[in-house]
């Protein structure tokens, strides 16, 4: 479940431009994540976000440990 997203624009992206998107985790805890994005027109980035997320179990509504 995601819990924050943070985005930072810093260019706009042009209509035949060709965007890349790229992921990754910067922290996992017990029963949290942090995870860190951009997207990218060739060398220059065009988007910075942080996003917070936590495990849960969907039946009981309550945090669960990270899976292995």
């Not at 996003?51 to 440990?65: C, D, E, I, V, Y």
Request: charged share 20%; proline share 6%; with cysteine.
């Amino acid at each position: 479940i995601l819990t924050a997203t943070q985005i930072a624009y810093k260019r706009p992206i042009g209509l035949y431009d060709e965007p890349v998107g790229f992921m990754w985790s910067t922290h996992l805890g017990r029963a949290s994540i942090k995870l860190e994005a951009e997207i990218r027109v060739g060398n220059t980035v065009c988007a910075h976000a942080h996003q917070r997320g936590m495990f849960m179990t969907l039946a009981t509504g309550k945090p669960s440990r990270t899976p292995k």
